[in-house]
């Protein structure tokens, strides 16, 4: 309750029990109680309905042939919580057009969309991190209408909202990345290529668990098994064609009706009724 302290409950204690624990022993069987009273519950996630997707801590690295010079790459982990069925690619940043690509590739990889994307408040997803409701870019708001679901970036301060996705992390550091560590690669299609190889050797891994009162092991099949048994169908299908991410800028239309886009050094034409106004370009 808002404004309860233990010494308030320990006051109440004395009223009840005159002769009762001192100040000291109150706190430390109160320690012992709250511990034990700490709980802890099995999420059951629906088939088809989220897709979680968050970057390794820990970066892989590629050669230069030539210098022998190592550069860091990102790594991205996508997962249906539901089967457990997991996506890996290695990427060179965690930019928006690096971020979009390899969720365009994991819904593909999938084979279908899921109602909703759980990712994590990366600069890349979110224009404005919030506790509550955080502000999606514009690009992944296409992103999300293109494959008809919903983005929810985790809330900060969170941990609990990404539990499930930073326990496949654990997994992929266990069985994807300790078989690559004498490996070397001297660019990101070799090191996908062999990330590829050990993704599909983990999601056809045979899962099992331990039934005490029989005390045997039983199999629980793979994730892919999982996937394809329980939740494929449930995901919806996909557009004709992945998605291509736009860019957005503003510029103002000239008199001669035409804006001018730097990025390419180009002039396009634009209706006359906008002549002089500032509008918003969108582009691939």
Same mark, same amino acid.
């Given at each position: 309750?808002?404004?309860?302290?233990?010494?308030?409950?320990?006051?109440? @204690?004395?009223q009840k029990?005159?002769?009762?624990?001192?100040?000291?022993?109150?706190?430390?069987?109160?320690?012992?109680?709250?511990?034990?009273?700490?709980?802890?519950?099995?999420?059951?996630?629906?088939?088809?309905?989220?897709?979680?997707?968050?970057?390794?801590?820990?970066?892989?690295?590629?050669?230069?042939?030539?210098?022998?010079?190592?550069?860091?790459?990102?790594?991205?982990?996508?997962?249906?919580?539901?089967?457990?069925?997991?996506?890996?690619?290695?990427?060179?940043?965690?930019?928006?057009?690096?971020?979009?690509?390899?969720?365009?590739?994991?819904?593909? &990889?999938?084979?279908?969309?899921? #109602? /909703?994307?759980?990712?994590?408040?990366?600069?890349?997803?979110?224009?404005?991190?919030?506790?509550?409701?955080?502000?999606?870019?514009?690009?992944? #708001?296409?992103?999300?209408?293109? @494959?008809?679901?919903?983005?929810?970036?985790?809330?900060?301060?969170?941990?609990?909202? #990404?539990?499930?996705?930073?326990?496949?992390?654990?997994?992929?550091?266990?069985?994807?990345?300790?078989?690559?560590?004498?490996?070397? &690669?001297?660019?990101?299609?070799?090191?996908?290529?062999?990330l590829k /190889?050990?993704?599909?050797?983990?999601?056809?891994?045979?899962?099992?668990?331990?039934? /005490?009162?029989?005390?045997?092991?039983?199999?629980?099949?793979?994730?892919?098994?999982?996937?394809?048994?329980q939740e494929?169908?449930?995901?919806?299908?996909?557009?004709?064609?992945?998605?291509?991410?736009?860019?957005?800028?503003?510029?103002?239309?000239?008199?001669?009706? @035409?804006?001018?886009?730097?990025?390419?050094?180009? @002039?396009?034409?634009?209706?006359?009724?906008?002549?002089?106004?500032?509008?918003?370009?969108?582009?691939?």
């Open positions: 309750m808002p404004g309860c302290t233990r010494e308030t409950l320990w006051q109440e @204690y004395l029990y005159p002769e009762g624990y001192g100040y000291t022993q109150f706190n430390e069987h109160l320690n012992k109680w709250l511990n034990k009273a700490k709980v802890s519950g099995k999420l059951n996630h629906k088939a088809g309905e989220k897709v979680f997707g968050d970057y390794c801590r820990k970066k892989l690295r590629i050669a230069d042939k030539e210098s022998g010079e190592l550069r860091d790459v990102e790594v991205f982990v996508g997962i249906l919580p539901c089967s457990g069925h997991t996506f890996v690619e290695a990427s060179y940043s965690q930019k928006r057009e690096d971020f979009i690509g390899s969720m365009n590739n994991c819904l593909q &990889f999938y084979g279908g969309s899921p #109602k /909703a994307i759980v990712t994590d408040n990366l600069k890349a997803a979110v224009s404005k991190a919030s506790k509550y409701e955080a502000v999606l870019n514009k690009s992944l #708001k296409a992103f999300a209408l293109h @494959y008809n679901c919903v983005v929810n970036p985790t809330r900060t301060y969170s941990p609990q909202d #990404k539990a499930l996705v930073e326990g496949a992390v654990k997994l992929v550091y266990q069985r994807i990345y300790f078989p690559l560590r004498n490996m070397i &690669f001297f660019s990101l299609e070799d090191l996908n290529r062999q /190889a050990e993704l599909e050797k983990y999601n056809n891994y045979l899962m099992n668990t331990y039934q /005490a009162s029989i005390a045997h092991f039983l199999h629980l099949g793979s994730r892919k098994k999982l996937f394809l048994d494929q169908a449930y995901l919806q299908s996909l557009p004709p064609a992945p998605y291509q991410i736009r860019h957005y800028k503003r510029a103002k239309v000239q008199k001669m009706g @035409y804006i001018y886009l730097s990025d390419n050094k180009n @002039y396009y034409s634009v209706p006359y009724r906008y002549i002089g106004k500032m509008v918003e370009l969108q582009y691939n």
